[in-house]
């Protein structure tokens, strides 16, 4: 009697789990757009963008925060459709075409010539509880060839943003992704600012 008593338990302590409601997570495009502007004649030079690296810390999709007192937080029911790194790559992509500095923004695996190549790593990427701001940093070479097997950095930035957020606690996934994608924006703005003397 006593064995089929502690069959039981694990039994009864698994009903908690089954019945618990299933919750849909939310997803969000990491996909600022660039502002409309003046029209710009297309530049001469081709531009290959090779894959952009994620820093430790911001690889995972869930929507992250930072305390006030320094600690991080996930959004398990919120995240990204894409891996941060994975997104910010294609939305520069999409965001240096419509600039038109250059005559083509070319993938990796590309046969065609490339005068400039751009390596790129998302850096940051999350809510500053303390601040009241969203954040996103990127860093970026641009490197062109000097021969068959050699590439020259012909220069480095880094450039962040913030974006300030609702002062509502607890903040909403919604509130937490507009303003990491309005700061990745200003990002991509500056990174466009930055390579349009290389043009």
């Known amino acids: 009697m006593r064995r089929r008593?502690?069959?039981?338990?694990?039994?009864?302590?698994?009903c908690g789990v089954i019945n618990q409601s299933y919750v849909e997570p939310r997803r969000y495009p990491l996909s600022p757009s660039r502002p409309d502007g003046p029209p710009r004649r297309a530049g001469r030079k081709t531009l290959l963008m090779r894959l952009t690296r994620g820093a430790p810390g911001v690889d995972g999709k869930l929507l992250r925060s930072v305390r006030a007192d320094g600690t991080e937080a996930t959004e398990y029911y919120a995240e990204w459709t894409a891996p941060p790194a994975e997104?910010?790559?294609?939305?520069?992509?999409?965001?240096?075409?419509?600039?038109?500095?250059?005559?083509?923004?070319?993938?990796?695996?590309?046969?065609?010539?490339?005068?400039?190549?751009?390596e790129t790593e998302l850096t940051a990427l999350h809510v500053d509880l303390g601040r009241g701001v969203a954040r996103a940093a990127m860093s970026a070479v641009l490197l062109t060839e000097t021969s068959q097997f050699g590439t020259r950095a012909v220069a480095q930035y880094t450039e962040a943003a913030t974006m300030p957020v609702p002062p509502d606690r607890p903040l909403s996934p919604d509130a937490q992704a507009a303003g990491m994608v309005a700061a990745l924006g200003a990002v991509l703005a500056r990174l466009e600012s930055d390579l349009a003397s290389h043009a």
């Open 87 to 118: 997104a910010a790559e294609e939305a520069l992509r999409r965001w240096l075409i419509a600039s038109r500095l250059f005559a083509a923004v070319l993938a990796p695996g590309t046969r065609g010539a490339t005068d400039l190549q751009l």
């Open 5 to 14: 008593g502690l069959l039981l338990l694990p039994l009864v302590a698994g």
